[in-house]
């Protein structure tokens, strides 16, 4: 199985539900996980960047992720990354090369295709620009 796992999180309801996967998953081979959060940011015309989520909030959606796996015996880092709204995925993935991730565990909204269609899929980006698996998990 795989002994390394990044773990991206959100504040969505799937979130706990990723959580649940990835400690199953570094159960099976006595894995660590780094959790990750990426804190988007919008960038406004001469008003620079604006945080579309609260630094502290977006702190501790990845530290309670990873104070659950920690409860359960996984060996669990955290981090949060930035990034321009829309540019999550490319964050997500550059963590899995960053922490030599053996695969990418994450969530998926769950929108309809005519939604991901047009506003694009973070899991979808994330898979395109990945070299390493990714688990969607609903």
Partial sequence: MYD?????????????RVIDAAREMASLSDGEVWVLHVREEEIMPRGGFFAIEPKAKA?????QAAKDLDDAGIKAHYEVRK??????AD????AARDHDAG?????SRGRSDLTA???GSTAHKVIHLSDRPV???R
Avoid: F, N, P, T
């Fill in 59 to 63: 702190q501790s959606v990845v530290e």
């Fill in 135 to 137: 688990l969607v998990v």
């Fill in 117 to 119: 269609l047009v506003l």
């Fill in 91 to 94: 964050q997500i993935a550059a």
């Fill in 4 to 16: 390394r796992l990044l773990v991206a999180v959100d504040s969505s309801d799937a979130a706990g």
């Fill in 103 to 107: 695969v990418i565990v994450m969530g």
């Fill in 83 to 88: 990034a321009i709204y829309g540019q999550a």
